[in-house]
């Protein structure tokens, strides 16, 4: 369903970021947008957090402003070179987000910034086991995606996005119950807040 802009998007990190700064302004800029997956989290300098399908470190960058034991995971190595540059800070790990080359209960915090939306449900399903797995005792999975709008003044604009730049997995991503889903893999939710009239929710939930 995507155009021409979205593989132009990725290609070229001017366009990717200025998508991004427009995306951001409905719930107050990137900053705001980038820490509202950490609200009411209490993170210290070693609590050791994950950032899942990091790209180019976009969100890293406002991750290890909270901690030095920050470490990003993608399957693209392009930008993860990327991100070396942009985040130098923390550590890098080529990978599957559906099989994390982890050692069980390793992590504090899995964080993840509109990046499930990229995936198929199966995808989803495998991506909370290995979320559950990695995450030690009581440890938050917590995530800002796309969501159907309850506001609908909101649903053109949203749909315009998704048209332009996402496939069909965005499209079945806004219609599925993510918190079902996670309590079936066994988390509890503690969390779930709309912005944007509804167009991103934010989930955070426990091990």
Request: aromatic share 12%.
């Amino acid at each position: 369903m995507a155009t021409f802009l979205r593989p132009l998007s990725y290609k070229y990190q001017w366009l990717y970021d200025t998508i991004s700064r427009l995306a951001a302004l409905p719930v107050g800029g990137e900053k705001r947008f980038r820490n509202l997956a950490l609200e009411n989290i209490t993170i210290e300098e070693n609590t050791k957090i994950l950032d899942l399908c990091c790209g180019k470190g976009q969100t890293t960058k406002f991750l290890v402003q909270h901690s030095h034991e920050v470490t990003g995971l993608d399957i693209s190595p392009f930008a993860l070179e990327e991100a070396k540059k942009n985040v130098p800070q923390a550590g890098y790990v080529e990978g599957f987000a559906q099989k994390m080359p982890f050692s069980a209960d390793e992590f504090d915090i899995v964080h993840t910034s509109v990046a499930l939306h990229e995936m198929k449900t199966e995808e989803l399903k495998e991506i909370f086991a290995e979320v559950y797995r990695v995450l030690k005792p009581n440890g938050i999975f917590t995530f800002i995606d796309l969501h159907q709008p309850h506001n609908p003044l909101f649903i053109p604009g949203l749909s315009i996005f998704m048209w332009l730049f996402e496939t069909e997995t965005a499209w079945q991503l806004i219609k599925t119950d993510l918190p079902q889903m996670l309590t079936n893999q066994g988390f509890r939710v503690i969390t779930k807040k709309f912005y944007g009239g509804g167009s991103l929710q934010v989930i955070q939930v426990q091990k």
